[in-house]
T-cell receptor, first 111, second 115 residues
Framework: AQSVTQLGSHVSVSEGALVLLRCNYS??????LFWYVQYPNQGLQLLLK??????LVKGINGFEAEFKKSETSFHLTKPSAHMSDAAEYFC?????????FGTGTRLQVFP | NAGVMQNPRHLVRRRGQEARLRCSPM?????VYWYRQLPEEGLKFMVY????????ESGMPKERFSAEFPKEGPSILRIQQVVRGDSAAYFC?????????????FGPGTRLTVL
């Protein structure tokens, strides 16, 4: 069965610093992978997704993620954090018609 | 194009009452998914429906929970005889085709509080 592990339930960075949120997956088939962001009391918004093709995926708000099959990873990065990036981030893998989510990483950005 | 609509946004029920959560998918979307988010946890899949059909209910509790997506009108998630453990945020998502590769678009959620 598919599963997702997000290392680090909380990550804190300074404004302008690199953001790195980790995601490892387990999948018996080629995975389809997603990153979603959730702002307080709101629904989830898709940041980016990987299905096939180029392993470096660019998303909205300057985020990108790289699919590394050998490491079963799909880490999310952003070169320079902004205060508005403070939110909860969820990695997910597709399992037939449903998404399997990690437990989330809460990103804090300090001025 | 309006996004996924959910109502109510907040719902308070006493133990033993019924809760009805509504979800209107994005225009043109015929696939609906329900997820539950318990406090401090990620989202957990509950059920996947197409118009008038339940396709996958593997995440639904066996008792008290039911879902439907009629030919006309919104999808409904119904919880009978609610208990405190049902307190959670319930999210609906929709997609134009099956969700294996297609993006699922999420609504703002319904936050259920059981007193």
């Amino acid at each position: 069965a598919q599963s997702v592990t997000q290392l680090g339930s909380h990550v804190s960075v300074s404004e302008g610093a690199l953001v790195l949120l980790r995601c490892n997956y387990s999948s018996s088939v080629p995975p389809y992978l997603f990153w979603y962001v959730q702002y307080p009391n709101q629904g989830l918004q898709l940041l980016l997704k990987y299905t096939t093709g180029a392993t470096l995926v660019k998303g909205i708000n300057g985020f990108e993620a790289e699919f590394k099959k050998s490491e079963t990873s799909f880490h999310l990065t952003k070169p320079s954090a902004h205060m508005s990036d403070a939110a909860e981030y969820f990695c997910a893998v597709s399992d037939l018609n449903k998404l399997i989510f990690g437990t989330g990483t809460r990103l804090q950005v300090f001025p | 194009n309006a996004g996924v609509m959910q109502n109510p946004r907040h719902l308070v029920r006493r133990r033993g009452q019924e809760a009805r959560l509504r979800c209107s998918p994005m225009k043109g979307h015929s696939h609906v998914y329900w997820y539950r988010q318990l406090p401090e946890e990620g989202l957990k899949f509950m059920v996947y429906l197409q118009k008038e059909n339940i396709i996958d209910e593997s995440g639904m509790p066996k008792e008290r929970f039911s879902a439907e997506f009629p030919k006309e009108g919104p999808s409904i998630l119904r919880i009978q005889q609610v208990v405190r453990g049902d307190s959670a945020a319930y999210f609906c998502a929709s997609s134009p085709r099956d969700g294996s590769t297609d993006t699922q678009y999420f609504g703002p959620g319904t936050r259920l509080t059981v007193l």
